[in-house]
């Protein structure tokens, strides 16, 4: 149970209120359970407890204990993040319907997904693709030589 209330999802916000006091996270796991919780059993009880998370990491957001500023300095960056990606996990319905409806609609009205291979849609894309391949490959060939240049534990310098 959190200590901060007026939200639904008081633990979270307790949890980024006591670490940007400088409070510690650590991962602990008993033997003996616990706490032994209740759990959602049919799809309209998870339904609800989505919706439920989903508005409450929203309202964080958009409230005074945002991550984006309220944990601005008090954090770390990573961890900082870590808050504000799950705070955005609403938004991510909105790619969840683009995904899930937009390919069954170009299925049904017989359209293709995909650019025709000789339109002027096709270039940027493939230049685009070429450049993150060599890049890549460049930074796997720059990873390469710091391991093969690396200095053994043992050795002395002068």
């Not at 959190?2 to 949890?15: A, M």
């Not at 945002?66 to 870590?82: F, K, M, N």
Request: one cysteine or more.
């Amino acid at each position: 149970m959190g200590l901060k209330y007026g939200c639904p999802v008081e633990d979270v916000i307790t949890g980024l209120s006591i670490q940007c006091k400088g409070w510690k996270s650590a991962y602990f796991n008993p033997e003996r359970k616990a706490f032994l919780g209740l759990a959602p059993t049919t799809l309209p009880q998870v339904l609800v407890q989505h919706k439920r998370w989903s508005e409450g990491d929203f309202q964080i957001l958009l409230s005074k204990y945002s991550p984006a500023w309220y944990a601005h300095g008090r954090i770390r960056l990573g961890l900082q993040l870590g808050y504000c990606c799950y705070c955005f996990w609403a938004c991510n319905c909105l790619a969840t319907l683009y995904y899930s409806i937009v390919p069954s609609l170009f299925l049904l009205k017989g359209t293709s997904l995909f650019p025709q291979v000789f339109s002027s849609f096709v270039y940027p894309i493939s230049y685009q693709t070429c450049l993150h391949l060599i890049s890549l490959s460049r930074s796997y060939t720059i990873d390469f030589l710091l391991v093969l240049k690396r200095p053994s534990k043992n050795s002395c310098t002068s």
